[in-house]
């Protein structure tokens, strides 16, 4: 192949992304997501505002809540997800939807991580600002007893679809989360939670 096909064919250069944005987050900022029996208060939490590449090719400034001990790790994954050009599609804190309803905000495609959301007995890391779900309609939670969520994700269980954000053991944009130390669920055998990204 010529010089001249390959400068014809390679990829435009990635986004410029602004620099991220960080401030402190109120309870009442917080809304639904957070109540007081909930495992960290929100003097622990930080708003994180970071610029993201959207399913529209466009780039778009998201915002995240997290744990204040994570902020700089996730500044620094969604820098590199930018780089990666791997595209999310919508990134709004979750007190956006009635309720806080994760379920809601999973259905809508809406990468979270702040909700103070219980798992058996205890909390969810969730509930600690250090989970974040990525693209969770492509990307859905499902376990051996066939709890699917979303609930409108069942399309996206077949793992061989080649839709846009879907996360794949293989894919680059899981690795920027796994080389840092952070856990993914689609990695799980029961739940497999394919949105799922956690440092504990
Ligand atoms: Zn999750």
């Not at 055998?189 to 990204?197: E, G, K, L, S």
């Given at each position: 192949?010529?010089?001249?096909?390959?400068?014809?064919?390679?990829?435009?250069?990635?986004?410029?992304?602004?620099?991220a944005a960080?401030?402190?987050?109120?309870?009442?900022?917080?809304?639904?997501?957070?109540?007081?029996?909930?495992?960290?208060?929100?003097?622990?939490?930080?708003?994180?505002?970071?610029?993201?590449?959207?399913?529209?090719?466009?780039?778009?400034?998201?915002?995240?809540?997290?744990?204040?001990?994570?902020?700089?790790?996730?500044?620094?994954?969604?820098?590199?997800?930018?780089?990666?050009?791997?595209?999310?599609?919508?990134?709004?804190?979750?007190?956006?939807?009635?309720?806080?309803?994760?379920?809601?905000?999973?259905?809508?495609?809406?990468?979270?991580?702040?909700?103070?959301?219980p798992l058996?007995?205890?909390?969810?890391?969730?509930?600690?600002?250090?989970?974040?779900?990525?693209?969770?309609?492509?990307?859905?939670?499902?376990?051996?007893?066939?709890?699917?969520?979303?609930?409108?994700?069942?399309?996206?269980?077949?793992?061989?679809?080649?839709?846009?954000?879907?996360?794949?053991?293989?894919?680059?944009?899981?690795?920027?989360?796994?080389?840092?130390?952070?856990?993914?669920?689609?990695?799980?055998?029961?739940?497999?939670?394919?949105?799922?990204?956690?440092?504990?």
């Open positions: 192949m010529s010089s001249a096909t390959i400068s014809t064919t390679r990829a435009a250069p990635p986004p410029t992304a602004r620099p960080v401030g402190p987050v109120s309870a009442a900022e917080l809304g639904a997501t957070w109540r007081p029996e909930c495992p960290v208060p929100p003097a622990e939490l930080r708003l994180v505002e970071v610029d993201h590449l959207g399913f529209d090719g466009g780039m778009h400034r998201g915002q995240l809540v997290v744990h204040e001990d994570i902020v700089d790790d996730v500044i620094a994954i969604f820098a590199d997800l930018t780089r990666l050009r791997y595209p999310i599609e919508k990134m709004r804190t979750v007190q956006n939807y009635p309720g806080a309803q994760d379920e809601l905000s999973m259905r809508d495609n809406n990468t979270s991580a702040f909700n103070c959301r058996g007995d205890g909390w969810s890391w969730h509930a600690y600002g250090r989970a974040i779900d990525v693209n969770p309609l492509v990307n859905p939670y499902i376990s051996s007893d066939g709890d699917l969520q979303p609930a409108t994700a069942s399309v996206y269980l077949d793992r061989t679809r080649d839709d846009v954000g879907m996360l794949r053991a293989d894919s680059p944009a899981v690795r920027v989360f796994t080389d840092r130390g952070w856990r993914w669920g689609g990695a799980w055998r029961d739940p497999i939670d394919y949105q799922h990204f956690e440092l504990p």
